[in-house]
C-alpha cells in the first residue's frame, strides 16, 4: 500500500514533443504529490506539485493531471528540450507522516 | 539563500567500518530527512529529524543513526558498513509541511 509505480522506465522523444510519465498509488491517505527531476550527479530538484482537491497544475512548460478515482497522476512536458533530458521521479506522502514514497524513476532523453 | 549542502560529496570505506556525513539545511528549515539512493532507483526514507528529535523512520536497521543540532545541521551515521550500504545518502530540508529541498548527496562506496 506504500508503493509509487511509475511508468515508462525509459522514454526518447523529439524535441517539442510531449512526454508523459505516468505514476499509481493505492495509499488513499496519500494527499500531496511532488514530481523531481534529477540530473546526473546531482540531488532531486522539484518542479511541481499537487494536492487531490484540484485535477490539474501548470507551471510553466509543466502540467501534472490528477484523477483522485483511478489515483493516478501524470506528468507533462510542453514544448520538450534536449536541457530536459534527466530522470523524473513522482512521488506521495500524507500530512501525518512527513516520509516521501518514490516511484522508480523515468529517465527521459529529448532528442534534438 | 543558501541551499542544502552535504560533505563530503564522495567516501569510499570498508565493510565493516563506520561513516558520518554531513548536511547543512536550507536557511531557516527545521525540519531534516535523510533518504538512500540505489543506482538506478528511487530514494529510500531513512529518517526524519524535527527540533533535533527523530520523527520518522525508514525500513533501515538501527545502525543508522541521526543527529539534529541546534543550527538545524544534521549527521547520518552508519556503523558496521555492509557491501549494499553502497548509494547516494541525500539530505532534504524543509519546514513542516513544506516541500522539501535537496542537497547533492553523497556518494558512498563500501569496499
Known amino acids: 500500500q506504500q508503493q509509487v509505480k511509475q511508468s515508462p522506465q525509459s522514454l526518447i522523444v523529439q524535441k517539442g514533443g510531449i512526454p508523459i510519465i505516468n505514476c499509481a498509488y493505492e495509499?488513499?491517505?496519500?494527499?500531496?504529490f511532488p514530481w523531481y527531476q534529477q540530473f546526473p550527479g546531482k540531488g532531486p530538484a522539484l518542479l511541481i506539485a499537487?494536492?487531490?482537491d484540484v485535477s490539474e497544475k501548470k507551471e510553466g512548460r509543466f502540467t501534472i493531471s490528477f484523477n483522485k478515482s483511478a489515483k493516478q497522476f501524470s506528468l507533462h512536458i510542453m514544448d520538450s528540450q534536449p536541457g530536459d533530458s534527466a530522470t523524473y521521479f513522482c512521488a506521495a506522502n500524507a500530512d501525518s507522516n512527513y516520509q516521501l514514497i518514490w516511484g522508480a524513476g523515468t529517465k527521459l532523453i529529448i532528442k534534438p | 539563500e543558501t541551499g542544502v549542502t552535504q560533505s563530503p560529496t564522495h567516501l569510499i570505506k570498508t565493510r565493516g567500518q563506520q561513516v558520518t556525513l554531513r548536511c547543512s539545511s536550507q536557511?531557516?528549515?527545521?525540519?531534516v530527512s535523510w533518504y538512500q539512493q540505489a543506482l538506478g532507483q528511487g530514494p529510500q526514507f531513512i529518517f526524519q529529524?524535527?527540533?533535533?528529535?527523530?520523527?520518522g523512520r525508514g525500513n533501515f536497521p538501527p545502525r543508522f543513526s541521526g543527529l539534529q543540532f541546534p543550527n538545524y545541521s544534521s549527521e547520518l551515521n552508519v556503523n558496521a558498513l555492509e557491501l549494499d550500504d553502497s548509494a547516494l545518502y541525500l539530505c532534504?530540508?524543509?519546514?513542516?509541511?513544506?516541500?522539501?529541498?535537496f542537497g547533492d548527496g553523497t556518494r558512498l562506496s563500501i569496499l
Open positions: 536557511s531557516g528549515h527545521n525540519t
Open positions: 532534504a530540508s524543509s519546514l513542516v509541511g513544506q516541500p522539501q529541498h
Open positions: 499537487i494536492r487531490p
Open positions: 495509499n488513499t491517505a496519500f494527499d500531496y
Open positions: 529529524y524535527y527540533r533535533e528529535e527523530e520523527n
